[in-house]
């Protein structure tokens, strides 16, 4: 028996031994290559902007370096590729950038950023030119502010105006037996639409035509500056599909030249005079954005702006940079409040809502650093309903023309499948001690008293929403109720309403923040640092180190589209408690 106690503790202390070693070298490696991420940007050289890997303004910080280490996350935000433009517009080492079929999961308020810096860009004499074998939209929206545009000689372009679908469940409970029990208020609080209705409320088609017809202005007024083509003549090409091969967008204007990539980088060659049998310098976006990260900030302070990054929707717990937990958000606020370097906070909102609860906490947290520091807002695709919300408080708040905000309702959803239960043969006792101690049951009907107690919280929490507003913006609860109900807007229809006061993007936000701290000069500093450990890491992602994801698997398998599908409909059925949330998706194809 010793001599297997033996056996068996020489075996666990060569797996210690190999793990250990194992991380060990992984720790290693990530310091010896720290330098070396770093890459050496040559002179004459060209930056390739592809951004088909980025999609968040905020990639995050770990407290525990284990998490930062085996993340498979790009380490890459939009913001520190704007940042990067924006030491390249006075690098002498970069003549221009190049844009070669980009694809970006970027919405359009970072698009119109993204879209803005490359202007700025322009502005310093430097170059920027874009090839694609097929233009969608959103990818032309972007590209059209590059100074020549190239084309495939046999691709194509979609330009033909916004839609969006909804989808809606309805029949399919009344086919299944699962009923999705809705209690709501406002008229245009279509989040729970779907599964009451087969078809789409005029209250919502009149909210949604709105909204896209605001974001399409936005669109064809930028590219009517950049591309020098009336609006009307952009909306005509879309009503006619009139530029959707080569030949028609080159006589719409809307590129200028057709050719193959291989001429398109001689054109560069060119520009750079370098010999066509010769590549040029380049370099990626990535790794230029991370030399600008990895460089110390050139500002001559020692005052700070926090910036505090809210992204995805609004949940209990930690967070992450997908979802806005109260605990990293109070956290962050606290850090940055009890700081005298930091001298104002700007939180970046880019969020459809969530849980009511949770918003209330993080206001609660601006309140209390609103005494101390300025706070203002900038807002980025979304800042909607509980996203919203917490914006409202700031002293002062700043939207893309397209940012998608508003959205003040509130609404309960609770999955009852008492019809399916029945079909299967399925029923259920319960024993309790007084009326109302059992709680709700999704194998039972739903209890009136039980409803009435939730349409009144429902009542309070959308009461209480519209005094946080008409508090947080010097309105009239009546003003407020005016543009409230749930209805969205874009930032451009939020600005004359009044629900917000500028539009701009995170640059304006951080020199009004400045303005309101009485400070010319500054650095920035990025919240939050996430509390999460090694094994809540393995656990979310419900994987290993090096690890495909379990998200990554199901999209491999049923593609991507379906998959979004499948997550927005298991999203909507897993929200608990009260919420304040979007009515929809707007997907810009």
Request: glycine share 6%; hydrophobic share 40%; aromatic share 8%.
């Amino acid at each position: 028996m010793k001599f297997l106690g033996n056996v068996l503790a020489t075996i666990i202390g060569l797996f210690v031994f190999c793990m250990i070693l194992f991380f060990g070298l992984l720790i290693f490696s990530a310091i010896a290559g720290s330098d070396s991420d770093v890459a050496k940007v040559k002179s004459d050289s060209v930056i390739e902007l592809d951004m088909e890997n980025i999609a968040l303004d905020y990639t995050g910080k770990f407290k525990d370096p284990w998490v930062t280490l085996l993340s498979d996350e790009t380490s890459v935000g939009l913001i520190d590729v704007l940042n990067a433009i924006e030491e390249a517009k006075t690098d002498d080492k970069i003549k221009g950038i190049s844009i070669v079929n980009s694809t970006s999961n970027l919405g359009l308020a970072q698009s119109k950023a993204l879209r803005n810096k490359l202007n700025e860009f322009k502005k310093s004499g430097k170059f920027i030119v874009s090839y694609a074998d097929f233009f969608t939209q959103k990818e032309y929206y972007i590209n059209s502010v590059a100074d020549t545009i190239y084309m495939n000689p046999v691709g194509e372009m979609d330009f033909k105006g916004l839609s969006t679908e909804v989808m809606f469940f309805k029949e399919i409970q009344e086919k299944t037996g699962v009923k999705m029990e809705v209690i709501r208020h406002g008229k245009y609080k279509s989040a729970v639409e779907p599964f009451l209705e087969n078809e789409m409320s005029e209250a919502n088609r009149e909210q949604i035509s709105a909204l896209i017809n605001s974001a399409w202005s936005s669109i064809v007024s930028d590219i009517s500056l950049s591309r020098n083509i009336s609006v009307d003549s952009l909306n005509n090409i879309a009503n006619q599909l009139s530029a959707r091969t080569p030949e028609m967008a080159l006589s719409k204007k809307l590129i200028d030249k057709i050719g193959y990539e291989d001429q398109y980088h001689n054109g560069i060659r060119k520009a750079l005079k370098v010999d066509k049998d010769e590549d040029y310098n380049s370099v990626s976006i990535m790794d230029y954005a991370k030399n600008v990260a990895k460089s110390p900030q050139k500002v001559d302070s020692k005052d700070k702006i926090a910036i505090i990054y809210a992204q995805g929707e609004i949940a209990g717990g930690e967070g992450d940079v997908n979802v806005i937990g109260e605990e990293a958000m109070r956290t962050s606020l606290q850090e940055a409040r009890k700081d005298e370097k930091v001298k104002a906070i700007v939180i970046r909102v880019d969020s459809p809502g969530g849980s009511a609860l949770t918003s209330e906490l993080i206001w609660r947290e601006i309140e209390i650093t609103k005494k101390s520091k300025p706070v203002v807002v900038s807002m980025g695709n979304l800042a909607a309903s509980g996203g919203y919300y917490i914006a409202c408080n700031a002293n002062k708040i700043i939207a893309e023309p397209s940012t998608i905000t508003g959205s003040i309702g509130v609404f309960g959803i609770l999955p009852n499948m008492t019809e399916l239960s029945k079909k299967i043969g399925i029923n259920t006792s319960q024993v309790k001690t007084h009326n109302h101690s059992a709680e709700y049951s999704p194998f039972r009907p739903i209890d009136e008293k039980f409803k009435e107690v939730t349409t009144e919280s429902v009542e309070h929490i959308y009461t209480t929403f519209v005094q946080r507003v008409a508090t947080g913006r010097k309105m009239t609860v009546e003003q407020v109720e005016a543009v409230a109900q749930g209805r969205v807007w874009t930032g451009s229809e939020a600005l004359k309403l009044g629900l917000v006061d500028q539009l701009g993007g995170l640059d304006l936000a951080l020199k009004e923040a400045a303005t309101l701290a009485k400070i010319k000069k500054f650095k920035t500093q990025n919240y939050p640092e996430f509390d999460k450990s090694i094994m809540d890491f393995i656990s979310e992602k419900n994987k290993f180190p090096f690890a495909k994801s379990k998200e990554t698997i199901i999209k491999e398998e049923i593609g991507v589209e379906a998959y979004e599908t499948l997550k927005q409909v298991k999203k909507l059925t897993a929200h608990k408690g009260i919420q304040m949330l979007m009515p929809f998706e707007l997907k810009i194809q």
